[in-house]
């Protein structure tokens, strides 16, 4: 008997490791049309974990200090050995996170997967969305530039457009009147402990959900039937299905390694389009840079904001639609899933979509 | 079919190139990494220090950074300079220059060198390590 074959021996005897790794590996089957869009809450994982070590990485050298933080971030680039690769990494990587998140979330909306029993997996999921934004958001302000400053700027002042409480809620976000040392203090607090735990314990959440429940059948072929709704608790099990080991495990690793490629890509021929050039100049309060723009995520919102007639009527449509598509599981409640047989969700859906692309163009171009 | 000896085999090699590929780009990643973590690695060996003459008296000790640690010149006669590194070899304290008794004391175990850099008393193991020092004009260089 090997020695591999020992220590596992070993373990098995004391914590029953073979059954986990049966259940979660070979004995856990999956729908037998399970189609890729399934593999990107792996990739999700994998991508997260990324941020987190290279976000760990540069907190080795970054100083969060108005006076410091872009000579810091300046010899992370410069000096460091490899610093520009770790920079470039977290830098576009929080892209490529938010990309997938947003693939993640229309794949599950256009599959139906939020409704009934998944009610929970999805409002924890859309929570996991809004913290990642938002450490997008306190991220952006940390290395001190020009970018950073104006763009921080301009996001914390749509909040003055709340009647009454407006101004109160600038200061408030920012810790003074202007963005300034206060403003750089508490994001970083938020970027690097407050929002990575919320995401914890959520990412915990959400994981248990989607295995407690087992996964969705995805709602597509002839022999598709939408699931009655039951009266006790029951776990979505797919008898004859695909074993996810190794199966779906080297399709996992295929869409992994796809965004992977994508983001050394990015971060290796094309690290300006998450970092333009004013990212390079540090950070002046008293000369605003021309064009300054959101990161093209925030640019829907930023458009809309620009096109009403009133910046508060702007607030009251993001905040509907953010409401909207959080309780949705709660809205949206009859047990049909194929896309086919629901017009109103489809033709939603499209428009939404659309709506959403044309607005980010147009605030891109405008 | 599964245990035929051909397909045995090729699985063996197939898991066995996966491993080494694997390892490779493992490799590859941890470097760069690890090459973040230790910025002044390599670095340290060409460097050499000038101190200007009017710095150091006659019976006295000037203490400066070389190669990333705390060094010594003393000049213990007219002319006659010597570099050491001012880091005890004992447990690593930084010794102080006794002008009076001309020693280098170690404030942490009371250990003795001489002004050339040997053990006289106290728990220290070995003498300090020296640098060569070369004078031209009013300019002392070490290293
Ligand atoms: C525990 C996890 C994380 C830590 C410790 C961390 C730490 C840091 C630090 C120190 C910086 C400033 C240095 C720099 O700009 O290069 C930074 C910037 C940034 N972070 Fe993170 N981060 C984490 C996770 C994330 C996540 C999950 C996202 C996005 C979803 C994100 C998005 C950003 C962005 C957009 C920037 C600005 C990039 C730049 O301009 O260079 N971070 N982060
Ligand atoms: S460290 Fe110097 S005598 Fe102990």
Redesign the interface.
């Known amino acids: 008997m090997g020695l591999k074959q020992r220590a596992f021996d070993w373990l098995d005897l004391r914590l029953g490791v073979r059954d986990i790794l049966q259940q979660n590996l070979t004995h856990y089957l999956l729908p037998r049309n399970i189609n890729v869009w399934y593999t990107l809450g792996a990739t999700l994982l994998v991508l997260f974990s990324l941020q987190f070590i290279t976000g760990i ?1 540069l907190l ?1 050298y970054y100083i969060p200090n108005t006076e410091q933080a872009f000579a810091s971030v300046q010899r992370i680039m410069n ?5 520009w ?2 920079r470039f990494l977290h830098a576009t990587g929080s892209n490529v996170v938010i990309l997938v998140l947003f693939l993640h979330m229309l794949s599950t909306l256009y599959m139906a997967a939020y409704k009934r029993p998944r009610e929970i997996t999805w409002i924890f999921g859309f929570l996991i969305f809004l913290v990642s934004l938002a450490m997008s958001l306190t991220g952006y302000l940390l290395p001190w530039s020009q970018l950073s400053y104006w763009a921080t700027t301009v996001a914390t002042e749509s909040a003055g457009a709340t009647p009454v409480i407006g101004e109160a809620m600038i200061h408030f976000l920012r810790g003074g009147p202007a963005v300034g040392e206060f403003t750089l203090g508490r994001f970083f607090a938020l970027h690097v402990m407050g929002l990575p735990l919320i995401f914890a314990l959520l990412a915990g959440g959400h994981l248990f959900c989607v295995r407690r429940i087992g996964v969705s059948r995805p709602p597509f072929g002839p022999d598709y039937l939408p699931e009655a709704p039951g009266t006790s608790f029951h776990h979505t099990d797919h008898s004859g299905g695909i074993p996810f080991f190794p199966n779906y495990v080297v399709k996992d690793l295929m869409v992994i390694a796809f965004f992977l490629t994508l983001l050394a890509a990015g971060a290796f021929f094309a690290p300006q389009l998450s970092l333009p050039p004013e990212a390079f100049e540090p950070a002046d309060p008293f000369r605003t840079p021309p064009g300054i723009k959101p990161e093209w995520y925030f640019l829907a919102a930023y458009q809309l904001l620009r096109i009403l007639p009133n910046e508060f009527l702007g607030l009251v449509v993001q905040g509907g639609a953010v409401a909207f598509l959080l309780f949705l599981p709660f809205i949206d409640r009859g047990p049909e899933r194929r896309p086919g047989r629901r017009p109103l969700f489809l033709g939603l859906f499209i428009v939404g979509l659309a709506g959403f692309l044309i607005l980010t163009v147009w605030g891109y171009l405008s | 079919m599964t245990s035929e000896p051909s397909l045995t085999s090729r699985r063996k090699m197939l898991a066995t190139s996966v491993g080494v590929i694997g390892a490779a780009l493992a490799a590859l990643t941890v470097w760069p990494f690890w090459r973040f973590l230790n910025p002044q690695a390599g670095s340290a060996q060409a460097q050499t220090v000038t101190i200007d003459r009017s710095q150091i008296e006659v019976g006295a000790a000037h203490f400066f950074e070389f190669r990333g640690h705390a060094a010594v010149l003393v000049q213990p006669a007219p002319g006659q300079f010597a570099a050491f590194s001012a880091v005890c070899t004992h447990l690593g304290c930084i010794v102080t220059w006794r002008a009076q008794e001309q020693i280098f004391f170690c404030p942490c175990h009371a250990g003795r060198f001489s002004p050339d850099g040997r053990v006289v008393g106290g728990p220290p193991p070995r003498p300090l390590p020296s640098y060569p020092v070369t004078v031209t004009g009013d300019q002392i260089r070490i290293g």
Request: charged share 10%.
């Open positions: 990485f080795v000096d460091i050995p490899y610093g690769l770790v």
